[in-house]
């Protein structure tokens, strides 16, 4: 067998080695100033358009989705209403006999009034002779009204209120406002003589406004278990009230049956 042969290893050589490869203090500086710094791209911002746009589509998405169901009427109903002319206006008299034999329920109907203006926000008093056959509550806003709005409890069916009192009302506006309970001195029920307007609209009284959004009038006239002279009587003073120079078109129904278009003028 040969000698064996034993390197020799420079420790302090092998050190350096390494040390040289890594680099000095300054050549690692020189190396961080020589990296390309990184920079954010800037984004550019989104238009309003481009943003209108997007909201216009989410609605017209939500708009679709709201589409009413047509619901196929009754064979009742079909029957009904083949009995009335559409291409006719039937006088009053004509027009009620008629109501009686397409009106087919089991209850006592109310008999409704349906009107298309030729103007807008039309509102005022009408007094049937024989009442609309409701018997409605009216209230004289005070103090233990107060109390029964801070309950959330509603227990009339018209409201009354003095001048003083609306700013003691305004707080429950929220609550009243949508049930159109709320006392407006446009449909007269902002008075200085709440008793005078209590004992009007017990008897009978009916205010009565225009939609807001269309020139169209709706209201009950009686019930089908009236005569057909106080459903006449009741006919003739509500177009007078509204005055037919303001009336385009007027249809008669009761509830759950086809309306029949009346000869106003």
């Not at 003691?168 to 159109?180: C, E, Q, R």
């Not at 001195?185 to 009916?206: C, F, H, N, Q, R």
Request: net charge positive; glycine share 4%; aromatic share 4%.
């Amino acid at each position: 067998m040969g000698k064996k042969k034993l390197a020799v290893i420079d420790l302090a050589s092998d050190e350096k080695v390494k040390y040289k490869a890594s680099g000095t203090r300054d050549q690692k500086l020189r190396k961080k100033k020589d990296k390309p710094v990184e920079t954010a791209i800037p984004v550019k911002p989104i238009k309003e358009s481009l943003l209108k746009k997007t909201a216009k589509s989410k609605k017209t998405v939500k708009k679709k989705a709201k589409k009413r169901v047509k619901h196929s009427r009754s064979k009742r109903f079909l029957e009904a209403k083949k009995l009335i002319d559409k291409s006719k206006t039937y006088p009053l008299t004509q027009a009620i006999k008629l109501l009686r034999q397409v009106s087919q329920v089991n209850f006592d109907a109310s008999v409704e009034l349906h009107c298309n203006l030729s103007i807008d926000k039309l509102a005022g008093e009408l007094e049937l002779p024989h009442g609309t056959g409701k018997k409605q509550k009216v209230e004289i806003a005070s103090d233990k009204t107060l109390g029964k709005l801070k309950d959330n409890l509603i227990d009339f069916d018209v409201l009354i209120a003095e001048p003083t009192m609306m700013p003691k009302l305004a707080k429950y506006a929220k609550l009243l406002g949508p049930k159109g309970l709320m006392p407006n001195p446009k449909v007269g029920t902002i008075t200085d003589k709440p008793v005078e307007l209590k004992k009007k609209l017990s008897k009978g009284a009916v205010r009565f406004k225009s939609e807001p959004k269309a020139p169209l009038i709706h209201l009950v006239i009686g019930k089908l278990s009236f005569k057909d002279s106080q459903l006449e009587d009741n006919l003739k003073t509500a177009i007078q009230t509204i005055k037919s120079k303001n009336i385009t078109a007027c249809h008669l129904c009761s509830s759950m049956s086809p309306s029949i278009k009346l000869a106003v003028k």
